[in-house]
Every structure is written in C-alpha cells, then in structure tokens.
C-alpha cells in the first residue's frame, strides 16, 4: 500500500500533466488530442491512476488537493469565460426588455391613433354574424 505523500505526489503529477495538456491515460489523451480535455476531480484521479473518490468530495482523505482543484475550477479560464458569458447574456436579456417595452408603447401609441382616426361603424354595433364551416 503506497503512503499518503506517495498517493499525494502522484495527485499532484497528474494535475499539472492535466493542466499542461499531455495527460498519460489514454483517453484523456484522446480528449486532449480533440480539444475536450476539462479540468475535473475524475480526471485528475484517472490520471493519477487512483479512485476519485478520495478527493471527490467535501471531508475526503486528500482534502487540502481538492480544496486546490476546486479553487482551479472556480477561478480558472473555463469558470472565467463563463463568468464573462453569463453576464454578456444578461446585458443582452436587459436589452431586448428595454426593446419589448419601447415596442409596446408605440404598437399602443399606434392603436390609439387607428381607433381614433377609424369611424365605427353604427349599423354594426354589437351585431355579430355567425360563419358556417363547409
């Protein structure tokens, strides 16, 4: 059974192999080649070649390395650019309202106008003709 500075050690290696994007596993090595290779704790336990259960999640056996992978996924490149999308997207959500709202004031404007100008027609009033279907 290897030691815990061991199983830490190779954590650490598969990290930066991750981070620099020549992972050894084959897969990974697959997504790397085809641009999909993403930070994770069950990619870097793969390539450390360990279950990812020991640094999956909050009170595991590793918790100072995943306290450093989690705080990689959240202030890294990824969590930035979605960061910047989301807030581009709701920039974006704020101005088509300001749109929808200037719309219905004109299409209102517009009615008001059309009623006003349109004569009703008196012998019409209230008087509703039933189509029938063929």
């Known amino acids: 059974?290897?030691?815990?500075?061991?199983?830490?050690?190779?954590?650490?290696?598969?990290?930066?192999?991750?981070?620099?994007?020549?992972?050894n596993s084959p897969r990974l090595?697959?997504?790397?080649?085809?641009?999909?290779?993403?930070?994770?704790?069950a990619v870097v336990a793969e390539e450390a070649g360990h279950s990812r259960t020991l640094i999956a999640f909050d009170g595991c056996h590793y918790q100072k390395?995943?306290?450093?992978?989690?705080?990689?996924l959240?202030?890294?490149?990824?969590?930035?650019?979605?960061?910047?999308?989301?807030?581009?997207?709701r920039e974006h959500i704020r101005?088509?309202?300001?749109?929808?709202?200037?719309?219905?004031?004109?299409?209102a404007s517009l009615l008001l106008e059309l009623d006003a100008r349109t004569p009703t027609p008196t012998s019409t009033v209230g008087k509703v003709t039933r189509m029938r279907r063929r």
Do not use: H, W
């Not at 390395?65 to 990689?72: P, S």
């Not at 709202?101 to 004109?106: A, E, F, G, L, N």
């Open 95 to 107: 101005e088509l309202q300001a749109q929808i709202v200037t719309k219905d004031s004109i299409q």
């Open 74 to 89: 959240e202030n890294g490149p990824r969590a930035t650019d979605l960061r910047r999308a989301l807030e581009a997207a």
């Open 29 to 41: 090595v697959e997504l790397a080649e085809r641009g999909k290779l993403r930070l994770s704790y």
């Open 1 to 23: 059974m290897k030691s815990d500075k061991a199983v830490e050690a190779e954590l650490e290696a598969a990290l930066q192999r991750v981070l620099s994007g020549t992972p």
């Open 65 to 72: 390395f995943r306290n450093r992978v989690k705080a990689l």
